[in-house]
């Protein structure tokens, strides 16, 4: 895992930070399997005070993303590409002073090849509910029938 902060997109779907000698990446290495956790050491990140914060809570206009996180595959068979999961990232000042981090984006990267993850609208309402009918699983088009296609480009079920 890779921590980058005020960081913009470059060739090959790198990142860079845009001021690099105050806000350096932060490497982070895991183990193969699931469940880790992951809990950045004391005084590795940076001191959110120092920004306003309309340079934190949306990209910039050149798309400079305040946060950055990139997780790549290490262990892949010689000659073959890196792969790799990008999480662009905003962070919202809560009224409780408290920061959220809101993802804005998610970029896949594999074998050399940029996937831009999008959301498909009405997936999230077609889990399952507390009662056990159809109800709001039909399709937006027929109205009839259960969802069991995107329509793209709107990304409707």
Same mark, same amino acid.
């Given at each position: 895992?890779?921590?980058?902060?005020?960081?913009?997109?470059?060739?090959?779907?790198?990142?860079?930070?845009?001021?690099?000698e105050v806000y350096k990446p #932060? +490497? !982070?290495?895991? =183990?193969?399997?699931?469940?880790?956790?992951?809990?950045?050491?004391?005084?590795?990140?940076?001191?959110? $005070?120092?920004?306003?914060?309309?340079?934190?809570?949306?990209?910039?206009?050149?798309?400079?993303?305040?946060?950055v996180i990139s997780a790549e595959?290490?262990?892949?068979?010689?000659?073959?590409?890196?792969?790799?999961?990008?999480?662009?990232?905003?962070?919202?000042?809560?009224?409780?002073?408290?920061?959220? #981090? +809101? !993802?804005?984006? =998610?970029?896949?990267?594999?074998?050399?090849?940029?996937?831009?993850?999008?959301?498909?609208?009405?997936? $999230?309402?077609?889990?399952?509910?507390?009662?056990?009918?159809?109800?709001?699983?039909?399709?937006?088009?027929?109205?009839?029938?259960?969802?069991?296609?995107?329509?793209?480009?709107?990304?409707?079920?």
């Amino acid at each position: 895992f890779t921590i980058f902060y005020m960081a913009k997109e470059g060739e090959e779907c790198t990142f860079d930070s845009q001021e690099p000698e105050v806000y350096k990446p #932060v +490497k !982070v290495p895991f =183990q193969k399997g699931v469940g880790q956790k992951f809990c950045q050491a004391s005084g590795t990140g940076i001191d959110l $005070g120092f920004f306003a914060l309309d340079d934190l809570n949306k990209p910039s206009p050149d798309e400079v993303y305040p946060l950055v996180i990139s997780a790549e595959a290490c262990s892949l068979p010689s000659g073959t590409k890196p792969h790799a999961q990008i999480t662009l990232s905003v962070i919202e000042k809560k009224e409780s002073e408290q920061f959220l #981090v +809101k !993802v804005i984006k =998610q970029i896949l990267w594999i074998d050399g090849v940029r996937y831009e993850l999008q959301e498909i609208y009405g997936i $999230g309402s077609s889990s399952t509910s507390e009662f056990d009918d159809d109800a709001g699983k039909e399709c937006v088009i027929c109205m009839s029938e259960r969802r069991n296609t995107a329509v793209m480009p709107c990304r409707h079920m």
